[in-house]
Nanobody
Framework: QVQFVESGGGLVQPGGSLGLSCAAS????????MAWYRQAPGKQRELVAV???????NYADSVKDRFTISRDNAKNTIYLQMNSLRPEDTAVYYC?????????WGQGTQVTVSS
């Protein structure tokens, strides 16, 4: 059974930092392209950051130089380090894993940036 479990969300003040984790099971993790998406209220889900099986990374323009995606294949886990957080980063953050036409989602974790 494929399962992605996100953790690390919460409430943080503007300018603060937060780290998210996503632990995967039931897949050959090292072969998957992994990504973080987010969805704010009333908005479409958007890609935040992606890391390939070869460790190449790409980011949405809105988070470049503030967010860092990484992966640990030994732990079947990806991470998202978020710095200099802004109120507009408030959203539910979802972990995604994809290979070919197959794709899986986590349940999401809430990140709220507010003073």
């Amino acid at each position: 059974q494929v399962q992605f479990v996100e953790s690390g969300g919460g409430l943080v003040q503007p300018g603060g930092s937060l780290g998210l984790s996503c632990a995967a099971s039931g897949i050959i993790f090292r072969l998957y392209t992994m990504a973080w998406y987010r969805q704010a209220p009333g908005k479409q889900r958007e890609l935040v950051a992606v890391i390939t099986s070869g460790y190449s990374t790409n980011y949405a323009d809105s988070v470049k130089d503030r967010f860092t995606i990484s992966r640990d294949n030994a732990k079947n886990t990806i991470y998202l380090q978020m710095n200099s957080l802004r109120p507009e980063d408030t959203a539910v953050y979802y972990c995604n894993g994809a290979i070919g036409s197959l794709g899986y989602w986590g349940q999401g974790t809430q990140v709220t940036v507010s003073s």
